[in-house]
């Protein structure tokens, strides 16, 4: 098979490995370890880790493919929802398994144990795996982004405050359901059945200054 006809077939993969190959080409393993070799030197490929190729420049095509299961979320999926004015230039994945970030491609792997929320996103007639505009909310209060940010977030009008608050639950995490009741109450007159689990007073802006107003109900010093 001429390279270009192999190409071609390669095309449709988010991401492919020898295997993908030797059932394309009928050719031993070591002739396809030197032709993959040779077409990652002509930089014609992009060798993404070790036995992972592309043919994709578009990082959001296979980010999400290189660790299974994991999903595209944080600052990531704000941006591709449309729900920050920051202008990320990594990507970050989360995964149920701890991995090295690839620095060459700005890729950050996070690992949570909270795997749920997230979807399958036709992205560039690729399928992707992405954060919903409520499960990337719900991470980045997990993974401490600024809470300014998180208060932009909240303003857009594609989240579903119900499927919000349940994720918050499902956490179980009692700092993540105060934050999150106290913004929504501020923000939408509605804290959605969240409140407050215990007397313990805690920073509402994690990043913030250790001081402030006591909010009782919610068990928040008010910092922000």
Do not use: C
């Amino acid at each position: 098979m001429k390279t270009i006809h192999l190409l071609k077939k390669l095309e449709r993969f988010t991401l492919f490995t020898e295997n993908d190959v030797a059932k394309i080409v009928n050719k031993s393993p070591k002739y396809i370890r030197t032709l993959l070799s040779r077409l990652n030197k002509e930089k014609i490929i992009k060798r993404i880790e070790k036995g992972k190729y592309t043919l994709h420049d578009d990082v959001l095509i296979f980010a999400s493919h290189i660790v299974t299961p994991s999903y595209i979320s944080l600052w990531t999926a704000l941006r591709y929802y449309n729900m920050t004015q920051q202008q990320p230039t990594s990507f970050f994945i989360l995964s149920n398994v701890k991995r090295k970030n690839i620095n060459s491609l700005n890729i950050n792997f996070l690992s949570t144990k909270h795997m749920f929320g997230y979807k399958k996103e036709r992205y560039s007639d690729f399928d992707i795996f992405m954060a919903s505009p409520e499960k990337a909310i719900i991470d980045s209060l997990l993974f401490k982004l600024p809470i300014e940010d998180i208060k932009i977030a909240l303003e857009k009008e594609n989240i579903d405050f119900e499927k919000l608050s349940e994720y918050a639950k499902k956490t179980k995490n009692k700092s993540l359901m105060k934050r999150l009741g106290y913004l929504l109450e501020k923000k939408k007159k509605n804290s959605y059945d969240l409140k407050a689990l215990d007397n313990n007073y805690i920073l509402l802006n994690y990043l913030g200054e250790k001081k402030g107003k006591k909010d009782k109900k919610w068990k928040l010093i008010i910092n922000d």
